[in-house]
C-alpha cells in the first residue's frame, strides 16, 4: 500500500488533502514550505523558482510544498536569499507592496522554510516500566462490586478484562476512577464521536479495535499510506492509546471509555517526519475526527525546551477556528513524565498552548505519580499508573491485551475519551467549552497537600493537578446543559521593555503591567481564560531560571521553575509560557511577573523584555474576529490592530522582588509530593501594599550580605541557604521587617540601584515617567513606529524565514532581540 495504489485510495478519499500526499524523497530532493499571498497562484512560484509544486500543505490555505532536485538547491537558496534582502529594504524605506499586477511571483511569498526530516517527537510512557506489584492492601468494597455487577449486566459487558479496568469501575478504592459507568447507564457510551490518535500507529485489524476502526481519518504519514497500521516492533502506544478511548464492547480485553465512538489513527512517531507532515497530521480529516489525542511531545528530559515549529502552530490555530465545521477540533495532550528529572510542561510548546486540553496524571490510590510534569498550563489530570498498578488497555495483535500501559500517555486518552461522551450529548460544543467544561467539573484531590491555590474566581488549582481530576459523569451532565461560550477575544500587550541583569539568590527582577478597564472593553474582552507570556531572557544557564507571574486577582502562576538538568547557555527566547490558574480572574490590574536566578553561582543573565496576552471570552461575538494565524511575519502581520500603538500602558518599573514572606512556604512545582510544605498561596497575593518597601529592604539586606565568603560554590548555596531559613525565621516572626525597614532607611539606599527603583516607584506616573525609565522609552518607541507594529520591529524576518526554522529558532529570537536593542538605540 506504500506505492500509488495507496496514493490514489488517498486521493479519492480526502480530496484537498491528497495532492499534497505524496511521498518524499529527501535524498534525492530538497523540499520547501512557502506561505504565498493568495493572489499569486503556486504554479507562478513553481515556474519562477524552476521548483515542482508538491500541493497545499494540509488544509493550510496560502501554503505549499515546492521541492527542487538536490544539486539545484543552491539555485533557490540564492533566490529566496535575494528576495529576502530586498523584502528587507523595502520594509525599512516603509514601502509596501501595493500593485500586485506589477509584482514578481516572488513578492508573493510570505513566508518561507526548507524541510529536514527529524525525529524529536517521544512517546510519554513513564520512564521505568511499571511493575505489577502487589498492592498494599487490596480490599474490595462490596457495594461497589455490586454496582460494576449491575453495569456489566445491564449494558451487556463481558469483556474479560474489564474487571482489570479499575480506571472504569475501582471496586478496591472506589472514589479513584473516572467516574464513568453512571453516564453509560444513561445510553451515553460515544456514538457518533470520532477521535484520532495521532501516535505510532493503530491496529485497525485488533478485534477489540476493528468495529470501532475509523479509515477515513487514517492516515501514515511515516510510510506515507492510508493505513496507519504498526510496523516496528515497539509501534504499540497508539494502539494502547486507542483501546482506552474506543476499544470495543465484546468478548476481546475490555472497553474504551466511549466504546462506541470511533478512533482514527495518524502515524507520525515511527520514522522522521518534517513539519508539514506534522501539520498536515494536526489537521488530518479535521471535519470528521472531533478529537486529537496526542501522548507524545518533544523529550521530557529536564533539559529540552522545545515547541512546534510555526505550521505546526498555525496548523492547531486553523484546527480550533475551521476544523469540525467551526466549533474547533479538540487537542488533548499528555502533560510530560519527565517530573523525575525535574521538568515542567511550560517547557513543552504542545503542552502549553492554549489550544490543548494538557492532562497530567493521578494514580489508583489518588497520589501524584513521580513521572508526572506539572504546570501552570495543566488543565486536569486523569488515571493512570502508580501505586503497583497501570492502565489495562487493548494491545497490537488480534486479541492481545496489556496490562501495564502507564505515565501520561495513558492519562490523556481517557480525558479524550471523556471529551467524546461530552461531545456525544452536545456535538455542539466549541473547543473553549470543552475546556470549560474540563475547569468546571474536575474534583479537586489531596486539597491538603500544600499545591492548592484558592483563586480569585473562587475556583482551586494546584500546579500539580490542573483542576483537579476528570469526572466523566459531571463533565457530561455539566455539558447537556452548557450555555456555548462567545467567540474568543484577546488583549495583547506592547513590549515591555526591561533590560536588566537578574540578581542572584532569593531576589527577582519584577515588571509589571496595568491593564485599564478601558483596554479590555476595547478589545472586546468579557471573561478571562487563559494568560500566556512570552519573554527574553539571556542567560548562561538556563536551568537557574525561574519566573512567577502574580494576577491582579492575587493567584500566582510558577511559569517556570529551575531545572537541575537544563545546563542551556540560552535562556529563554521568544518562549511563551501559558497559565490557565487565571480562569475567571479579573483581567483588569496589575500583573505582575518575577524573574529569579536562585542560583549563586557565575551563571548570569539579563531579563529582556515580555510582553502579556490575555485570551478569553468576547464581550459581543459578533464583532469579534478570528485571532490571525500565528507569526506571520508579513505586512498584513496579527497584531497591526492590537492597542499596542495607542496603548498608555508603559513598562512597568522594574525593581527587587521581595522575599515575600509566605513566599519561602512555596511549595516548588517539582518537589516530589510526600514533602508537602504548607502554604497558604490564596492569602500570600494580599500582601498590604505597604509591604513592597520594607520587604525589599529585607532583600537589599540579604544582597549586602552576599559576597563569595571565598568558599567553594557549593559552601557558598549552604551558607546562602542557611542565611535565607534564618531570614525566613524572623520574617515568620514579624519583627524582621519592622527591623529592616528602620535599618536599610539609615543605610545608603543609593548604594543599591533596584533599591531606588522602588523608593520612588510611587511617584512615578505612567504618562510622565522619569526620564530614561524604561517605561518612558517604551511610550517613545511604540509611538515613534506608530506605523509599524510591534511583530515588525521585534522579528527579524531575514531570521524567520530561513531555512530549517525550526532548528535555528532560537538563533532566530537572539537576532530579534539585537533588532529590538538597536531599534531602541537609534531612538
Ligand atoms: C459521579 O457520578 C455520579 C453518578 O453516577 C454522580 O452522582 C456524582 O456526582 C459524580 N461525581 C462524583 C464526584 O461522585
Ligand atoms: C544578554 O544580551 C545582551 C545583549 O544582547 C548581551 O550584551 C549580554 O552579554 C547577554 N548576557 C548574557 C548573560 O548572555
Ligand atoms: C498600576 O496602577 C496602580 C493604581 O493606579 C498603581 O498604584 C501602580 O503603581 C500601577 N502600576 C504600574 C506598573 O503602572
Not at 530 to 557: F, Q
Not at 568 to 590: C, I, K, L, Q, R
Not at 691 to 696: E, G, I, Y
Not at 724 to 736: E, R, S
Amino acid at each position: 500500500m506504500r506505492i500509488a495504489g495507496g496514493i490514489t485510495i488517498v486521493l479519492s478519499l480526502v480530496g484537498a488533502v491528497s495532492a499534497s500526499l505524496r511521498p518524499r524523497s529527501h535524498d534525492t530532493r530538497d523540499y520547501f514550505a512557502l506561505h504565498l499571498d493568495p493572489a499569486i497562484p503556486p504554479s507562478q512560484v513553481a515556474q519562477v523558482l524552476g521548483a515542482r509544486h508538491e500541493g497545499q500543505i494540509g488544509e493550510l490555505t496560502d501554503h505549499h510544498t515546492f521541492s527542487l532536485p538536490r544539486d539545484e538547491n543552491s539555485h533557490l537558496d540564492t533566490l529566496l536569499d535575494d528576495w529576502r534582502a530586498k523584502r528587507q529594504l523595502r520594509r525599512r524605506s516603509g514601502n509596501k507592496i501595493t500593485s500586485r499586477s506589477s509584482r514578481n511571483p516572488l513578492d508573493g511569498i510570505l513566508w518561507s522554510q526548507k524541510l529536514a526530516p527529524r525525529q524529536r517527537l517521544k512517546k510519554r510512557i513513564p520512564p521505568p516500566p511499571v511493575a505489577a506489584v502487589a498492592r498494599s492492601n487490596p480490599r474490595n468494597d462490596k457495594a461497589a462490586e455490586q454496582a460494576r455487577a449491575h453495569v456489566m449486566k445491564t449494558l451487556g459487558i463481558s469483556d474479560p478484562i474489564f474487571e482489570e479496568q479499575w480506571h472504569l469501575h475501582n471496586v478496591e478504592r472506589p472514589e479513584h476512577d473516572l467516574n464513568v459507568t453512571g453516564i453509560w447507564l444513561e445510553g451515553v457510551t460515544g456514538k457518533g464521536i470520532i477521535t484520532a490518535v495521532i501516535d505510532d500507529g493503530l491496529d485497525m485489524d485488533s478485534k477489540d479495535l476493528k468495529s470501532n476502526y475509523f479509515a477515513e481519518g487514517s492516515y501514515d504519514f511515516n510510510d506515507d499510506d492510508p493505513e496507519p497500521r504498526p510496523e516496528l516492533s515497539d509501534d504499540r502506544h497508539g494502539t494502547r492509546c486507542a483501546g482506552e478511548i474506543a476499544a470495543a464492547k465484546n468478548n476481546v480485553c475490555g472497553v474504551g471509555v466511549a466504546f462506541d465512538s470511533k478512533v482514527a489513527g495518524i502515524r507520525i512517531l515511527s520514522k522522521a517526519i518534517d513539519d508539514v507532515h506534522e501539520a498536515e497530521a494536526i489537521n488530518f480529516g479535521y471535519q470528521k475526527n472531533d478529537i486529537y489525542s496526542c501522548s507524545w511531545g518533544p523529550p521530557d528530559d529536564g533539559a529540552t525546551m522545545d515547541a512546534p515549529g510555526v505550521l505546526i502552530k498555525r496548523a492547531m490555530v486553523n484546527g480550533v477556528q475551521k476544523g469540525r465545521g467551526g466549533k474547533g477540533s479538540i487537542f488533548v495532550f499528555a502533560a510530560g513524565n519527565g517530573a523525575m528529572s525535574g521538568d515542567n510542561c511550560n517547557f513543552d510548546g504542545y503542552t502549553n498552548s492554549i489550544y490543548s486540553i494538557t492532562v497530567g496524571a493521578i494514580d489508583r490510590e489518588g497520589n501524584h505519580p513521580s513521572y508526572s510534569e506539572s504546570c501552570s498550563a495543566q488543565l486536569v489530570v486523569a488515571y493512570s499508573s502508580g501505586s503497583g498498578d497501570a492502565i489495562h488497555t487493548t494491545d497490537v495483535g488480534s486479541d492481545k491485551c496489556y496490562s501495564m500501559h502507564g505515565g501520561t500517555s495513558a492519562a490523556g486518552p481517557l480525558a479524550a475519551g471523556a471529551v467524546a461522551l461530552a461531545l456525544s450529548v452536545r456535538p455542539e460544543l466549541t473547543w473553549r467549552d470543552l475546556q470549560y467544561l474540563m475547569v468546571e467539573t474536575a474534583v479537586p484531590v489531596n486539597e491538603d497537600d500544600g499545591s492548592w491555590q484558592v483563586t480569585s474566581s473562587g475556583r482551586k488549582f494546584s500546579h500539580d493537578w490542573g483542576f483537579g481530576k476528570v469526572d466523566t459523569y459531571s463533565l457530561v451532565a455539566r455539558a447537556r446543559s452548557w450555555e456555548f461560550v462567545k467567540p474568543q477575544a484577546w488583549y495583547d500587550s506592547p513590549w515591555l521593555r526591561v533590560h536588566r541583569e537578574i540578581p542572584q539568590g532569593d531576589k527577582g527582577l519584577l515588571s509589571r503591567i496595568n491593564v485599564t478597564a478601558e483596554q479590555i472593553k476595547k478589545a472586546n474582552f468579557a471573561r478571562l481564560e487563559h494568560v500566556t507570556v512570552t519573554m527574553n531572557v539571556n542567560h548562561t544557564r538556563r536551568g537557574d531560571l525561574s519566573v512567577e507571574m502574580r494576577s491582579p486577582g492575587g493567584t500566582t502562576s510558577h511559569l517556570s521553575v529551575t531545572r537541575d538538568e537544563d545546563n542551556a547557555n540560552a535562556g529563554y527566547v521568544d518562549w511563551t509560557f501559558m497559565s490557565v490558574a487565571h480562569w475567571g480572574e479579573t483581567p483588569v490590574g496589575e500583573w505582575t511577573v518575577i524573574v529569579k536566578d536562585t542560583e549563586v553561582n557565575n551563571d548570569q543573565g539579563t531579563f529582556i523584555d515580555w510582553r502579556i496576552n490575555l485570551w478569553g471570552e468576547a464581550i459581543d461575538g459578533s464583532k469579534q474576529p478570528l485571532h490571525p494565524l500565528p507569526d506571520l511575519h508579513d505586512d498584513d502581520h496579527p497584531y497591526e490592530d492590537a492597542p499596542v500603538a495607542t496603548t498608555t500602558v508603559a513598562t512597568g518599573p522594574t525593581k527587587t522582588s521581595h522575599p515575600n514572606p509566605d513566599e519561602h512556604h512555596d511549595r516548588p512545582v517539582n518537589e516530589k509530593p510526600g514533602q508537602p510544605t504548607p502554604t497558604k498561596p490564596a492569602a500570600d497575593q494580599s500582601t498590604p501594599a505597604a509591604s513592597p518597601s520594607s520587604s525589599a529592604a529585607a532583600s537589599n539586606y540579604i544582597s549586602s550580605y552576599l559576597p563569595s565568603f571565598g568558599a567553594s560554590k557549593r559552601t557558598q548555596v549552604w551558607i546562602y541557604a542557611s542565611l535565607a531559613m534564618i531570614i525566613v525565621f524572623f520574617i515568620g516572626l514579624g519583627i524582621y521587617f519592622q527591623l529592616q525597614r528602620h535599618k536599610h532607611r539609615r543605610t545608603n539606599p543609593q548604594d543599591d540601584y533596584e533599591f531606588e527603583m522602588i523608593e520612588d516607584e510611587d511617584e512615578m506616573h505612567p504618562m510622565t515617567g522619569a526620564p530614561g525609565r524604561s517605561q518612558r522609552r517604551g511610550g517613545e518607541l511604540y509611538n515613534a513606529f506608530a506605523g509599524e507594529s510591534d511583530e515588525e520591529m521585534f522579528s527579524d524576518d531575514d531570521d524567520s524565514y530561513g531555512d530549517g526554522a525550526a532548528n535555528t529558532r532560537e538563533k532566530d529570537g537572539e537576532h530579534d532581540i539585537s533588532q529590538n536593542t538597536r531599534l531602541l538605540s537609534e531612538k
